[in-house]
T-cell receptor
Framework: QQQVKQSPQSLIVQKGGISIINCAYE??????FPWYQQFPGKGPALLIA?????SEKKEGRFTISFNKSAKQFSLHIMDSQPGDSATYFC?????????????FGKGTKLSVKP | ETGVTQSPTHLIKTRGQQVTLRCSSQ?????VSWYQQALGQGPQFIFQ???????GRGNFPPRFSGLQFPNYSSELNVNALELDDSALYLC?????????????FGEGSRLTVL
């Protein structure tokens, strides 16, 4: 049973455009929702994270929107750049992630065309 | 660079063999987690160690075991290797077991089981 569903599987965006990746979760006990970026040959790196008491969080060009009632959250990348081309994973966990048990989505491969 | 180093970077084993993967955490980080990432999938949580004790485990059989040493370095051991164990194994460290502490991932060990 997949607890975090991520879409789309792949995404092609023109430079300067907006990239939007969506995730849905099932377990209402989840209380920590991070997004990770992974380049080929590298480990995932934390981009931005949100807790359910906040509906939106912005850091630079990256914004998380969170809808608790719909059990959905999304990543928006504004002014997308070729250097943003990578695989993005949403994740969720209970207990604020303190048990280390992050449940990851299957990933979205983003390609930003120049 | 995250300061988390893993070895070996690549290895090939045959079915039924045993493997040990090693991880050196970022300086001062006393919590380490291990994840399995199959090709084209998101990482899956194996277990977490905090101050040399396992304090969280995912849905992996007992043939996956680990150790954390007093210097907070860590090992992942897998016995009786199966073909499906072929994957990228990621180690991640963080400071303490605090809520929402950022996980810093290494670049992984790529295991191929023939």
């Amino acid at each position: 049973q997949q607890q975090v569903k991520q879409s789309p599987q792949s995404l092609i965006v023109q430079k300067g455009g907006i990239s939007i990746i969506n995730c849905a979760y099932e377990n209402t006990a989840f209380d920590y929702f991070p997004w990770y970026q992974q380049f080929p040959g590298k480990g995932p790196a934390l981009l931005i994270a949100i807790r359910p008491d906040v509906s939106e969080k912005k850091e630079g060009r990256f914004t998380i929107s969170f809808n608790k009632s719909a059990k959905q959250f999304s990543l928006h990348i504004m002014d997308s750049q070729p250097g943003d081309s990578a695989t993005y994973f949403c994740a969720a966990s209970r207990d604020g992630g303190s048990q280390g048990n992050l449940i990851f989505g299957k990933g979205t491969k983003l390609s930003v065309k120049p | 660079e995250t300061g988390v180093t893993q070895s070996p970077t690549h290895l090939i084993k045959t079915r039924g063999q045993q493997v040990t993967l090693r991880c050196s955490s970022q300086s001062g980080h006393n919590t380490v987690s291990w994840y399995q990432q199959a090709l084209g999938q998101g990482p899956q949580f194996i277990f977490q160690y905090y101050r040399e004790e396992e304090n969280g485990r995912g849905n992996f059989p007992p043939r996956f075991s680990g150790l954390q040493f007093p210097n907070y370095s860590s090992e992942l051991n897998v016995n009786a290797l199966e073909l499906d164990d072929s994957a990228l194994y990621l180690c991640a460290s963080r400071l303490g077991a605090s809520v929402g502490g950022e996980l810093f991932f290494g670049e992984g060990s790529r295991l191929t089981v023939l």
